[in-house]
């Protein structure tokens, strides 16, 4: 047995009695050089992360507090720590002979330095958050023109971007699928809000008047079922999908028809000193809003049965000016947003049942807070998840569609919300901006938390307006809106998996 005492430099970082012994004084020798090499490796590993926080992700102007990249805090401290650990443990044991002759050992302990890269990105990753970037995008469609809106496939896969110049879709992958043109003469100017068993209508205009002629488009195909030259209406929305029926708004009547043959089905008189603002449906029910003139300016809201055209019930709207826009949020439950032109006039969100009677009033302004039209709410079951803001801060909030309470509230702070999606049946995700960073959150829709950590989102090109809708797992497609030939039309955003 051999009693020598260990050298001085190892006696420093393990007990005398423990060195004593050769057998264990060779193993906690290979045990020290093995958690220096694992330390010296995970820093240099750190430096190179922060040397690419710094001089990659970091903005133009030099970071501070929350505008300095994710993970980087964590590693402006961990790197000094661990340096100096690794550092103090080689100064005790670059001396012993087990380091300087035994080539076993040292490629050990370089193999320990390169397995501990998976643990230490692994916390990096844990550090820096959940990510996304770019994946793949289409080329801008010139000459620039103002989108009219967007829809997705029931079936999921197909995105269909409409311009006053066609309609184009685009596959699951992004990429071009059919185009619809439409001529000069006769541009696109609306859309059905909806579209059951993959049908859409769509409105052109002619000589200043949206709805001179109707189309139904079959979105997997992209093809025209139909198409209807109609005397157009001044309503803001002329054509709505509800059930098996298109419903139209047209001159001195609201007409239905079969969705898919372009038959009429049936015409409701609409009175001379009445004319329709909007239209809209599901299911078994369409609905028209009114504004008569007469003695008094009165607005009211009437539903008929899509199939018959019989009418159903009729409500008037607690309004006493001209209307100045009606928005349909959802027709099941039924949700209208109507703006007067009077400056003291009607500004709510109003609800009703399916028989026609009022449930509850969502003012636009409260003491609470303002609700914002931009970007557009969500209606998520009987819930509308809508922008907020409250003096400088803004927010989503949830109201109930049933009475028009506000169930729950998430604050952003000073991020500006800038588009709202239903991504799961569970929650709604929000995207925000707050310079020089974008993030996505996921909110739960019974109370408005927050799932998982804000995603940030890299450098997309995105524009002002733009809409997004989940993908396969743990993508999304993003729309953009903006009237632009420089942005891409639509783009896909994947998990970052990579630094």
């Known amino acids: 047995m051999d009693i020598r005492p260990a050298s001085a430099s190892a006696s420093v970082f393990a007990p005398a009695f423990l060195l004593r012994l050769r057998p264990k004084r ?4 290979g045990a020290w050089l093995g958690l220096t090499a694992v330390l010296v490796s995970v820093t240099l590993l750190y430096c190179v992360l922060f ?10 102007y030099v970071c501070s507090g929350q505008d300095c990249p994710r993970g980087m805090g964590w590693l402006a401290v961990l790197i000094p720590l661990l340096g100096t650990a690794a550092g103090l443990l080689w100064a005790g044991i670059k001396n012993a002979p087990l380091v300087r002759r035994s080539p076993f050992a040292q490629a050990l302990a370089i193999t320990l330095a390169l397995v501990a890269l998976w643990p230490g990105w692994s916390a990096y990753t844990w550090m820096r958050g959940p990510q996304m970037d770019l994946f793949g995008w289409q080329s801008p469609v010139p000459p620039a023109a103002q989108p009219i809106g967007v829809w997705t496939s029931e079936r999921g896969g197909v995105l269909v971007r409409a311009r006053p110049d066609g309609l184009i879709a685009y596959n699951g992958e992004g990429r071009k699928g059919w ?22 209508l769509v409105a052109y205009q002619d000589g200043g008047r949206c709805g001179t002629r109707i189309e139904a488009v079959d979105l997997a195909e992209g093809r025209s079922l139909w198409d209807r030259e109609l005397k157009p209406s001044r309503a803001h929305m002329v054509v709505a999908a509800a059930g098996t029926t298109a419903v139209v708004a047209e001159e001195g009547a609201l007409v239905g028809l079969d969705l898919r043959g372009g038959e009429e089905r ?3 008189p609409v009175p001379a000193e009445c004319e329709v ?3 809209d449906g599901a299911g078994d029910r369409a609905l028209y809003v009114e504004q008569c003139s007469g003695e008094t300016t009165t607005a009211r809201i009437s539903a008929v049965d899509a199939r018959t055209g019989a ?5 008037p709207l607690p309004t006493a000016s001209r209307l100045r826009e009606v928005r349909v949020l959802s027709a099941r439950p039924l949700a209208v947003h109507v703006t007067e032109t009077a400056a003291r006039g009607t500004d709510a969100v109003l609800l009703f049942g399916d028989d026609g009677r009022p449930r509850g009033v969502v003012l636009a302004s409260s003491r609470t807070e303002d609700l914002l039209t931009e970007p557009s709410p969500v209606v998520a079951g009987d819930l509308l998840v809508t922008p907020v803001k409250n003096g400088k801060k803004n927010g989503v909030s949830a109201y109930s569609l049933t009475d028009g309470r506000r169930v729950w509230h998430a604050g952003f702070g000073d991020a500006h919300v800038r588009a709202l999606a239903r991504t799961r049946a569970s929650e709604v995700a929000v995207v925000t901006s707050d310079h020089p960073w974008t993030h996505l959150t996921r909110l739960g829709l019974d109370r408005g938390n927050q799932r998982e950590e ?17 993908g396969p797992p743990g993508s999304y497609a993003f729309v953009n809106l903006d009237r632009s030939d420089t942005l891409p039309p639509t783009f896909d955003v994947n998990p970052v998996f990579g630094w």
Do not use: H, N
């Open 277 to 279: 603002q909007a239209v």
């Open 179 to 200: 185009r619809l043109p439409a001529s000069e003469q006769t541009p696109v100017c609306a859309l059905s809000r909806t579209t059951p068993s993959d049908i859409g």
């Open 51 to 60: 040397w690419k926080l710094w001089f990659v992700d970091t903005p133009r």
């Open 266 to 268: 049936w015409r409701v």
């Open 26 to 29: 060779r193993f906690f020798q």
């Open 454 to 470: 804000p995603t940030i989102l890299r450098d997309l090109p995105l524009g002002k307006r733009f809409a997004f809708f989940p």
């Open 311 to 315: 009418g159903a019930w009729q409500t």
